[in-house]
């Protein structure tokens, strides 16, 4: 049974639109054009935009250019979208029309015929507002799609950045709970001196919260937008105080620090800002790679392995293995991490691919940019709450291991020097004795002074063990 329709026009042609929809012509003609994903503008992305129409609804009746019957009805109708209504009339593909025209044109449909309702008008009919000559007053796709892209950018990259302080401020934690636990560091997944697992989970927390700051310090770019720029920058058909004050407006219905562009044709031209946070989102996931595949190591066996510290149990692990437990969470977060990589090389790739005046492919530089936040957000919360808030160390298993560490032998270079200290840890290996043992047996240090040298907490501090 097919649905009914109602016609509209658009410069192309007749369209047949759903009766019920709020979108029109040029909506219906991407979702016939572009069934390529079946994803959708993200809810953040299309607040964005409602609030840029609202912005500019409201500056072009300060300027005496929209009616106010028109500017109101369609303020009250991008506001009901700023609040999360009609998200489901956001129908265009992520990978559509270049520059994001069919996402704006949706945004304009739908605000038209919800301010030509509430003026007593019908759908379809964009009387008395039009999509165009009042929703899109004073604007083009080319300043209002990147705009919503900097504003929505924005949003989801300050909730990465909190994400990022809580998992640090997790970590820290940690680190102060096992800061008296000693342990065998490790180079080159081989033994080495020893180091305190609370330095350990430091130098993480260090690590996510320096991520954190270059994170917001990228952001700081996204802050100047193009509105008032229209199609190349010139600023056409927008009038000379438009400019100034539509920034002003946006950023007062934003809540952010929005202001105007220092060059438009360069922000209308340029899309480096979005490539330099998608990097700062790449090099975050590659700080948690790292960090999520150490937790892996130092929790394995939990026999047959390091087993210096125990991860939280969330699930069972096998199918087949009754009561294995494995480390899903940090498996978890290693997916995510590598799709954000992902999608970093195609922001790179379209960040390079703008072609003189405009680049096009903003669409997949905001949709990979925003996705990227949102997962990326929502695993470390989730890894933090339900993996590093419980990790627990192994204080005997770190003692047993340190005690079995040759390397704690570099500690007494300074009494015997490289050479004999690396015949003597030869020794131990080839005897299976300990240092201690071979040191007095070869009659190389006196017990006292052996013994104030190899101060095993002493050594995970700066200075010569037993002298400073």
């Given amino acids: 049974m097919e649905l009914p329709v109602r016609l509209e026009r658009d410069s192309l042609g007749e369209v047949p639109v759903p009766v019920d929809a709020l979108y029109g012509a040029q909506t219906m003609r991407a979702i016939e054009n572009f069934p390529i994903s079946g994803l959708r503008a993200h809810p953040e992305f299309v607040r964005a935009t409602a609030l840029v129409k609202w912005a500019a609804a409201e500056t072009n009746r300060e300027l005496g250019l929209l009616a106010p019957d028109l500017a109101a009805a369609i303020v009250s109708a991008a506001k009901e979208i700023v609040d999360g209504q009609w998200r489901d009339q956001f129908v265009v593909d992520v990978f559509q029309a270049g520059a994001g025209t069919s996402h704006n044109m949706n945004a304009n449909e739908v605000i038209a015929n919800l301010a030509n309702e509430k003026l007593g008008g019908e ?11 009042h929703v899109n007053m ?10 919503t892209m900097r504003v929505a950018s924005i949003v989801m990259l300050e909730r990465m950045a909190i994400a990022a302080d809580g998992i640090a401020a997790e970590l820290r934690a940690k680190a102060a709970a096992f800061d008296s636990i000693v342990k065998p560091a490790r180079t080159h ?8 697992l609370g330095q350990e989970f430091g130098g993480y927390a260090h690590a996510i919260e320096q991520a954190a700051r270059r994170l917001r310090d990228d952001a700081t770019g996204l802050r ?17 105080a438009y400019r100034t004050l539509v920034a002003a407006t946006l950023s007062r219905f934003s809540g952010l620090d929005l202001r105007p562009a220092s060059n438009y044709f360069a922000v209308t031209e340029s899309m480096a800002d979005f490539g330099r946070c998608s990097a700062g989102l790449r090099s975050l996931a590659l700080e948690l790679i790292r960090i999520a595949n150490d937790l892996r190591l130092l929790s394995s066996g939990p026999r047959t392995a390091i087993a210096e510290i125990t991860l939280p149990p969330v699930q069972p692990g096998s199918s087949i293995m009754p009561g294995k437990v494995n480390p899903v969470m940090a498996e978890m977060l290693d997916m995510v991490c590598f799709q954000v990589i992902g999608n970093d090389l ?17 669409p997949v530089i905001a949709f990979n940019l925003i996705w990227s936040a949102e997962i990326l957000t929502n695993a470390v919360r989730v890894f933090s709450a339900r993996c590093v808030e419980g990790i627990t160390a192994n204080a005997e298993r770190c003692r ?9 032998a570099t500690a007494l270079n300074p009494y015997l020097g490289y050479s004999t ?12 004795r300990g240092i201690r043992e071979v040191i007095l047996q070869r009659g190389l240090m006196p017990v006292e002074e052996l013994d104030r040298a190899l101060d095993l907490r002493r050594m995970t501090e700066p200075g010569i063990v037993g002298r400073d």
């Fill in 421 to 432: 200290v690396a015949s003597v840890v030869q020794e131990a290996w080839a005897t299976n």
């Fill in 138 to 147: 004073g604007q083009s796709t080319n300043d209002v799609y990147p705009t």
């Fill in 346 to 362: 195609a922001v790179s790739l379209a960040v390079q691919a703008g072609q003189l005046d405009l680049n096009v492919m903003m």
């Fill in 189 to 196: 997944l081989q033994d080495a001196v020893p180091i305190r």
């Fill in 123 to 133: 759908r379809g009919q964009y009387q008395p507002v039009h999509p165009n000559d």
């Fill in 400 to 408: 047993f291991l340190v005690e079995q560490d040759l390397s704690i």
């Fill in 224 to 240: 100047e937008i193009n509105l008032g720029a229209t199609a190349a920058g010139t600023g056409l058909n927008a009038p000379l």
